[in-house]
């Protein structure tokens, strides 16, 4: 069983920055990736960012240098900093879990109900 809560999300200026948590409730023996995806209004969910094996983070291009993805283990969540947002950073983003080092970043499995980011 999975369940991932977000929360976080909001509304800010162009520039500004938000930071995003995931809570991750997950109730099996296996290791499990976690990241972030993110989908904008007319768009396909797109890939932001996943911590994967021991502790290396991957990032989408549009969000590198600006966003940082990090997992404590210890409280199982997930937090992303988001620095100098864009309107077209614009999206609900979700939290995402995988057993699969591949599906993380491309299909996952599992996603959390989603947070509002909103960049004017």
């Known amino acids: 069983h999975v369940q991932l809560v977000e929360s976080g999300g909001g509304s800010v200026q162009a520039g500004e920055s938000l930071n995003l948590s995931c809570l991750a409730t997950i109730n099996s023996r296996s290791t499990y990736y976690l990241g972030w995806f993110r989908q904008s209004p007319g768009k396909v969910r797109e890939f932001v960012a996943a911590v994967v094996e021991d502790g290396n983070t991957i990032y989408a291009d549009p969000v590198k240098g600006r966003f940082t993805i990090s997992r404590d283990s210890a409280t199982n969540t997930l937090v992303l900093l988001m620095n100098s947002l864009t309107p077209e950073d614009t999206a609900m983003y979700y939290c995402?879990?995988?057993?699969?080092?591949?599906?993380?970043?491309?299909?996952?499995?599992?996603y959390g109900q989603g947070t509002q980011v909103t960049v004017s």
């Open positions: 995402a879990a995988d057993r699969n080092r591949e599906w993380i970043l491309l299909h996952p499995s599992h």
